[in-house]
C-alpha cells in the first residue's frame, strides 16, 4: 500500500515551472465527424454511496456522472463549441464542489493559478454539446480515469477517437465508499471495476453503438480495474493502457477475486513512461524494479499484445489535463513541445490499435508491427519493446471428447493418431479416460460406447489396472462374462491386491 502511494504521488504531483502548451499546438489530426458532447448524472442503485463534504452519515444511491463523446454529421458551429472551463466546471461538479466559483477552480484542484493555466480555460476544445449523433453505429470505448481523476481527464484523446468514428464514455474515479479512496486499493479498484462495468452496460443502450465492438482505454490507476473488468467480462474486445498501475502494482490485481489469466484473451496495448532518472528513484525512493519489470506483461499468454514506451513522457502527460496543467518536474520533464509531440504519438497509437482490433483495419494492423522508425517515429522518442503473440488454443480432453462424440466413439485409435499430426504433445490423461468410460457406462443407452472408450484407454495405458478393471467392469455389465473374465485377470496381473478383480472372478465362477 505505501508502495503504491509513493509511486503515484511521485508521477502525479511533484511538478515545477511554467507550462507552454496549447490544445492546438498538440496537432491532433481529427477525423472525418465532428464530434458530439454530453453529460449527465444518472445513478448505480446497487451500490450506497456517501457525499463526505456534506458531513452527515446519510447513505445515498451511488451516483455516476457520465460524460461521452460521440461522432456528428452535423455541421460545426463555434458558438457551440466546449471550452477547457466548460470541461473544468464538470470536474467540479465531480469533485463535489458544485457551487464553487469558477476563479476557484484553479489552485482548489490541483493546478496553480498561472497566467498559462489561465489561458488553457479559455481555450476551445474540438466537440459541441448536445449536437445531434451520426445514424451510423460505432465501436464505443470505456475510459477508465486515474486515481481520484475527473471523467474528462483526457478529453482530447476521447474528442479525438469520436471524430475518427468511436463513442467514448467515461465516468469520475471514486472511491468505494465516497469520492475519497479509503480503504485498501483492492477495495477501490473493484468500485473502479464495476463502475466500467456499469458504463459497458449505459453505452450499450445508445442506438448508434455496435455493442459487440466494446474496448477500454485506461490511464494510471484505471489500468488496475480495467484488467479485473476483462477478467470477468467477455464483453471487453480490445483495451489500451496509458502507462496503466498494472505495470507498477500487479499484486494488488492477484489479490482479486476475479484475477485469473486464462480469461485475458484480448488484444492488449501499453504505452510507458520514460525511464525514470536515477535522481528520482533516490530522492523520491521508488524501487528501480518498478521502471525494469512488467510481470503482468510477461505472465500474459492468450492476448495478442504490445509494449511500447515513449521516452520523452513522464507518467502524469499522457492525459490531457496533465499535459496542459501539470507543473513541469526539472529533474525530469522534457520540453513541452517534445511532450505535445508525444501525447500525439500516444493518440495516434491508441486510434491504430482501435482500428486494427475493432475495425479490422489492416493498416493500421501493420503500423503497429511495424518498427517506429518505419512509421516515420525516431528511435529516441518512441521504442517498440516488446510483441506478444497470443499462444494456440491448447488441445484439450473436451476438444477429444467432442470429436470422438461426433464419430459414435467408433476407430478412437485412428482418431487420436489424426489429432497428433496437428497437437504432436496431445495425450488424453488416463484418469479422464476412465471417468469418461464410465459416465457412458452407467447410462443404458452410451453402455457399448463406454467399452470402445476403455479398449482405446488400455492401448494408451497398457500398464494400467485400473483401466483394465474398469473395461472388465463394462462387459460384465453389458452381460459378456467371457471378456469380463479375461480382463479382470490382466488387472490382477498388474496389481494381485485387486481386490474388485478378485472378488468379480470369484462371482462369475
Given amino acids: 500500500m505505501r508502495l503504491f502511494l509513493v509511486v503515484f504521488y511521485t508521477f502525479t504531483f511533484f511538478y515545477s515551472g511554467r507550462s507552454q502548451t496549447s490544445l492546438l499546438e498538440i496537432g491532433l489530426t481529427h477525423g472525418n465527424y465532428n464530434v458530439g458532447f454530453t453529460h449527465y448524472l444518472t445513478h448505480d442503485a446497487t451500490r450506497t454511496y456517501q457525499k463526505v463534504y456534506d458531513w452527515n452519515s446519510k447513505k445515498i444511491i451511488r451516483p455516476m456522472h457520465i460524460s461521452i463523446w460521440y461522432p456528428s454529421e452535423a455541421s460545426i458551429q463555434k458558438a457551440e463549441k466546449i471550452s477547457v472551463l466548460d470541461y473544468m466546471s464538470i470536474l467540479k461538479t465531480e469533485e463535489e464542489w458544485e457551487y464553487l466559483p469558477d476563479e476557484q477552480i484553479l489552485n482548489w484542484f490541483y493546478y496553480q493559478n498561472t497566467i498559462s493555466n489561465q489561458k488553457h480555460l479559455k481555450e476551445v476544445a474540438f466537440a459541441q454539446k448536445n449536437i445531434k449523433p451520426s445514424t451510423n453505429k460505432f465501436p464505443a470505448i470505456v475510459y477508465a480515469p486515474s486515481?481520484?481523476?475527473?471523467?474528462?481527464?483526457?478529453?482530447?484523446?476521447?474528442?479525438?477517437?469520436?471524430?475518427?468514428?468511436?463513442?467514448?464514455?467515461?465516468?469520475?474515479?471514486?472511491?468505494?465508499?465516497?469520492?475519497?479512496?479509503?480503504?485498501?486499493?483492492?477495495?477501490?479498484?473493484?468500485?473502479?471495476?464495476?463502475?466500467?462495468?456499469?458504463?459497458?452496460?449505459?453505452?450499450?443502450?445508445?442506438?448508434?453503438?455496435?455493442?459487440?465492438?466494446?474496448?477500454?482505454?485506461?490511464?494510471?490507476?484505471?489500468?488496475?480495474?480495467?484488467?479485473?473488468?476483462?477478467?470477468?467480462?467477455?464483453?471487453?474486445?480490445?483495451?489500451?493502457?496509458?502507462?496503466?498501475?498494472?505495470?507498477?502494482?500487479y499484486r494488488a490485481l492477484k489479490k482479486s477475486p476475479s484475477f485469473n489469466l486464462e480469461n485475458f484473451d484480448v488484444p492488449f496495448i501499453h504505452m510507458s513512461q520514460k525511464k525514470v532518472p536515477e535522481q528520482v528513484l533516490k530522492e523520491d525512493k521508488i524501487d528501480p524494479k518498478l521502471d525494469e519489470t512488467f510481470d503482468f506483461f510477461d505472465d500474459i499468454f492468450k492476448s495478442k499484445a504490445y509494449r511500447f514506451k515513449f521516452?520523452?513522457?513522464?507518467?502524469?502527460?499522457?492525459?490531457?489535463?496533465?499535459v496542459l496543467f501539470h507543473k513541469r518536474d526539472t529533474r525530469q520533464d522534457k520540453s513541452d513541445k517534445e511532450i505535445m509531440e508525444s501525447y500525439k504519438l500516444v493518440a495516434d497509437y491508441t486510434l491504430n490499435f482501435l482500428n486494427a482490433f475493432l475495425k479490422n483495419d489492416s493498416q493500421a494492423f501493420q503500423f503497429l508491427e511495424n518498427k517506429p522508425e518505419k512509421n516515420r517515429i525516431p528511435k529516441n522518442i518512441v521504442t517498440k519493446e516488446q510483441v506478444k503473440e497470443a499462444k494456440q488454443n491448447v488441445f484439450t480432453f473436451s476438444d477429444f471428447n467432442e470429436l470422438s462424440k461426433k464419430n459414435n466413439y467408433r476407430e478412437l485409435e485412428k482418431l487420436y493418431h489424426s489429432i497428433l499430426k496437428k497437437n504432436p504433445e496431445y495425450r488424453p490423461e488416463e484418469w479422464k479416460l476412465n471417468n469418461l468410460g464410465l459416465q457412458l457406462l452407467y447410462n443404458p443407452k452410451t453402455s457399448t460406447k463406454a467399452i470402445?472408450?476403455?479398449?482405446?484407454?488400455?492401448?494408451?495405458y497398457s500398464d494400467s489396472a485400473n483401466l483394465f478393471d474398469s473395461l472388465a467392469?463394462?462387459?460384465?455389465?453389458?452381460g459378456n462374462k467371457e471378456k469380463a473374465k479375461e480382463n479382470f485377470k490382466k488387472s490382477l496381473t498388474l496389481n494381485p491386491n485387486n481386490n474388485n478383480a478378485i472378488q468379480k472372478l470369484e462371482i462369475i465362477k
Fill in 147 to 249: 486515481f481520484k481523476a475527473s471523467s474528462i481527464e483526457n478529453f482530447a484523446i476521447c474528442e479525438y477517437l469520436a471524430s475518427h468514428g468511436y463513442v467514448v464514455i467515461s465516468s469520475p474515479s471514486k472511491g468505494a465508499d465516497n469520492k475519497l479512496f479509503t480503504g485498501s486499493i483492492e477495495k477501490n479498484t473493484e468500485a473502479q471495476a464495476r463502475d466500467i462495468e456499469f458504463l459497458i452496460a449505459e453505452v450499450s443502450k445508445l442506438p448508434y453503438v455496435e455493442k459487440e465492438k466494446i474496448g477500454t482505454l485506461s490511464f494510471s490507476f484505471g489500468g488496475l480495474s480495467d484488467i479485473i473488468s476483462k477478467m470477468r467480462n467477455g464483453t471487453i474486445k480490445a483495451m489500451v493502457s496509458l502507462d496503466g498501475t498494472i505495470k507498477y502494482n
Fill in 311 to 322: 521516452h520523452n513522457l513522464s507518467h502524469a502527460y499522457f492525459s490531457t489535463l496533465g
Fill in 452 to 460: 470402445k472408450v476403455f479398449s482405446f484407454a488400455t492401448l494408451l
Fill in 473 to 478: 467392469e463394462a462387459y460384465l455389465f453389458v
